[in-house]
């Protein structure tokens, strides 16, 4: 038995706790199938907008969410600091768009939902956003300001949390995918992977979308994660063409610190399928155009696509399983970015004796067994 933790998969959430863990002094080696965040962690928008974002009777998400936000200019400077690069952490705000007068009443809905929840948001005539905005359509009707809503570049995210997790002293194993776990009677199982099994004192899933797919966890054991496929693409605008993130009821446009709009995403039960279709696109950039009409004449930089690791009930699993020393953090679906330092956080606490806060009840994996 190797001393420390062994992680299964290396996007933001697996980075981020190892390098937690590392930094309390645990030692942690970290078995990742391919490169490090390549995977949804890379695919993302990178918006941190749970004001913006909140669904209603969803109260304990936003709960999470708020609460990762409030740790996040911390986290962001404590990684920059250790990585030695930025991550291009923007804190403009965002701005909720209604486009066409049938929206305006169910961005009014929601906006006194947000009000109700006391979020810090502020009603704006079309007029209003557009002075903020010069680039929104004439179309624009009204709009919600959430100045609490952020962003960051999570491809420089994974990329800073990779070297931060390398200059702590991690030990890291790309191309090593794991192919079975092993229970035994005492004490974490251990997992075959790369011809060798691996046995360490404590062991964390953090496989994203796969995190089901591993055999040896069966029944009411295994973690129920499906892949809900996100299409997404990116626009090379002017650096000053916007500079808050965008939504409107079609898609959401994220600006880069590089002149970059991204905008995404579609939402789809497709499996595995990394196709990126004509439809998909098509809508993206449809309603990008009906925000931003300057968009049509600007260079279309990327497209491609992810899976969001959806649980059962759509929210995240994060904490100590009923097998000993084992422990999930998955299923952050449309919000693993924005949960990225809570997570890391509270799971490094918890599996090194922490009790876990009271926030995370309603996201222990014990929730689908008990
Ligand atoms: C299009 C799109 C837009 C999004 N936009 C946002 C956003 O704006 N804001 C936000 O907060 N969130 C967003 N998300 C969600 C966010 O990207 C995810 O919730 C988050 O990245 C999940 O991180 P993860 O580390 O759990 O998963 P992943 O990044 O998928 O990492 C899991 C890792 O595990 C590895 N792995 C899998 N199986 C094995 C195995 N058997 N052995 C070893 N390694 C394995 C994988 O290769 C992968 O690297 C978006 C997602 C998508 C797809």
Not at 33 to 45: F, I, L, N, Y
Not at 65 to 91: C, H, I, N, Q, T
Not at 201 to 208: D, I, K, M, S, W
């Amino acid at each position: 038995m190797n001393k420390g933790t062994l992680i299964i998969g290396g996007g933001v959430i697996g980075l981020a706790i190892g390098w937690k863990l590392l930094l309390r002094g645990e030692p942690v080696t970290l078995l990742e199938k391919g490169d490090t965040g390549r995977e949804a962690s890379w695919a993302a928008a990178g918006m941190l907008a749970p004001v913006g974002e909140v669904h209603f009777q969803e109260d304990q998400n936003l709960r999470l969410g708020m609460e990762s936000m409030r740790r996040y200019p911390a986290f962001v400077e404590a990684l920059e600091s250790d990585a030695g690069m930025k991550v291009d952490y923007r804190r403009e705000g965002g701005l909720s768009v209604s486009l066409h007068p049938d929206d305006t009443a169910e961005l009014r809905h929601r906006f006194e939902y947000q009000q109700a929840l006391e979020l810090p948001v502020r009603w704006l005539r079309g007029g209003e956003a557009q002075e903020m905005e010069p680039a929104l359509s004439p179309n624009v009707v009204a709009a919600v300001y959430s100045p609490d809503d952020h962003q960051v570049d999570n491809r420089k995210l994974v990329e800073a949390l990779k070297a931060a997790f390398l200059k702590a002293g991690g030990a890291l194993h790309e191309q090593t995918p794991v192919e079975r776990l092993v229970l035994h009677e005492n004490g974490a199982p251990s997992v075959l992977a790369g011809n060798r099994e691996w046995r360490h004192q404590r062991l964390l899933l953090t496989a994203g979308s796969w995190s089901g797919m591993i055999p040896g966890l069966d029944g009411a054991l295994r973690p129920w994660v499906r892949p809900v496929k996100g299409q997404i693409l990116a626009i090379q605008a002017g650096p000053e063409t916007l500079r808050h993130n965008i939504r409107t009821p079609d898609v959401y446009i994220v600006p880069r610190l590089d002149g970059r709009l991204i905008v995404g995403a579609t939402v789809e039960e497709m499996g595995f399928d990394r196709t990126l279709t004509v439809g998909g696109i098509f809508e993206l950039v449809r309603g990008a155009w009906r925000a931003i009409p300057a968009v049509y004449e600007m260079p279309l930089a990327e497209t491609w696509c992810g899976f969001r690791p959806g649980s059962r009930d759509n929210a995240p699993i994060i904490g100590e399983t009923e097998i000993p020393a084992f422990f999930i953090a998955t299923g952050h679906y449309r919000n693993g970015i924005l949960n990225t330092p809570v997570t890391a956080e509270v799971m490094s606490e918890i599996m090194l004796g922490g009790q876990p806060p009271e926030f995370l009840a309603p996201f222990s994996p014990l929730r689908f067994t008990e």
